[in-house]
């Protein structure tokens, strides 16, 4: 069964909105998250890394004022896209580790659309 | 910069067909090498590779990766319409499961 799950499942929004994503760890405790990016027809883009209790560590090129990262808990991280934009508009993905198999399982995602 | 290339990047043949996926890889450092299915949402995970020449099964999949060509393929054989799917590649270059992503191969399986 699931082990990550995320909400919502798809938003749709205007311009200049803020969006927040939340990822939830439905049988483990993460105290790190990943969040990445996907576009139509790419792959997948590691936008950041959500530890729990402390600051996200972000890629190159990502914005952190842009893309808000709180992992408050161990089982849940959120993403807040902040005046979002067009370009804005992907499938978000946020994952977490599994101690044990040491192996990354992925979120069902969220695809925002931003008009 | 660390990188990831699949090929083909798309791929249609026949049920029944057996199909090889593609996968090379240049990072500074190597920790792993990991495959995915992905349908219409996340990615499901298939295997973990780490060391070379070890073929890794699940029923009709398999996988084998070659250090020395820094390189991986997936192969599915008896091919099914469920298996129609993107196939992703990423390598964890640093140990810090911060995956990199190759571009995937959009399988195809007609009936």
């Known amino acids: 069964g699931a082990v990550v799950s995320q909400h919502p499942s798809r938003v749709i929004c205007k311009s200049g909105t803020s969006v927040k994503i939340e990822c939830r760890s439905l049988d483990f405790q993460a105290t790190t998250m990943f969040w990445y990016r996907q576009f139509p027809k790419q792959s997948l883009m590691l936008m950041a890394t959500s530890n729990e209790g402390s600051k996200a560590t972000y890629e190159q090129g990502v914005e952190k004022d842009k893309f808000l990262i709180n992992h408050a808990s161990l089982t849940l991280s959120t993403l807040t896209v902040t005046s979002a934009h067009p370009e804005d508009s992907s499938f978000y993905i946020c994952s977490q580790v599994r101690a044990s198999t040491d192996t990354q399982y992925f979120g069902p995602g969220t695809r925002l659309t931003v008009l | 910069e660390d990188k990831v290339v699949q090929s083909p990047l798309s791929l249609v043949v026949h049920e029944g067909d057996t199909v090889t996926l593609n996968c090379s890889y240049e990072?500074?450092?190597?920790?792993?090498l990991l495959w995915y299915k992905q349908e219409k949402k996340a990615p499901t995970f298939l295997f973990m590779l780490?060391?070379?020449?070890i073929e890794k099964k699940s029923g009709r999949l398999s996988s084998i990766l070659d250090k020395k060509e820094l390189s991986s393929i997936l192969n599915i054989t008896a091919t099914q319409t469920g298996d129609s799917a993107i196939y992703l590649c990423a390598v964890d270059p640093q140990g810090a499961q911060k995956l990199v992503f190759g571009q995937g191969t959009r399988l195809t399986i007609n009936p």
């Open positions: 780490t060391s070379s020449g």
């Open positions: 990072v500074t450092n190597f920790r792993s």
